[in-house]
Structure formats: structure tokens, C-alpha cells
């Protein structure tokens, strides 16, 4: 899956669930610009990373990194 592609899921998702870049930051315990990089697919999350925003979500990773529709 592309960068940016992960980091649209990871916005829509936040967005859905109602957090805000900095509520979300908070939650996962990094930065507001952290979370901007992600969405904007300048950077890529670490595995337990990725988990723990699945996690705090509250969807499978799988549904996050959209692996069925890869």
C-alpha cells in the first residue's frame, strides 16, 4: 500500500471516529506533526505503531491498511 494512500485511510478513519490530528497524537503519545506526516504520507508508521492507531480507532489493522482491496 502507498504512503499516501495509508496516510488518506488513517484521516478518514480519525475523522470518522471523531479525534482530531492533535486528540489522535495525544492518544497514540506523539507529535501533531507526527500525525500530519503520516496523513500525508511523508512518513511511514512502524508496525507497533500502525497497531496502536488500529487500536485506539478501534479497527483491525487489516481494515486500516485496506489489505483486502490491495
Do not use: H, W
Not at 507529535?31 to 488500529?54: C, D, H, M, Q, Y
Not at 487500536?55 to 486500516?64: G, N, W
Request: glycine share 10%; aromatic share 4%; with cysteine.
Amino acid at each position: 500500500m502507498g504512503n499516501n494512500r495509508l496516510g488518506n485511510r488513517i484521516r478518514s478513519f480519525r475523522k470518522l471516529k471523531g479525534y482530531t490530528q492533535q486528540g489522535l497524537a495525544e492518544k497514540l503519545g506523539v507529535s501533531l506533526s507526527f500525525v500530519g506526516s503520516l496523513e500525508r504520507g511523508t512518513r511511514v508508521p512502524t508496525e507497533p505503531v500502525l497497531r496502536k492507531i488500529a487500536s485506539t480507532l478501534q479497527i483491525d489493522v487489516e481494515e486500516l491498511c485496506d489489505i483486502n482491496n490491495a
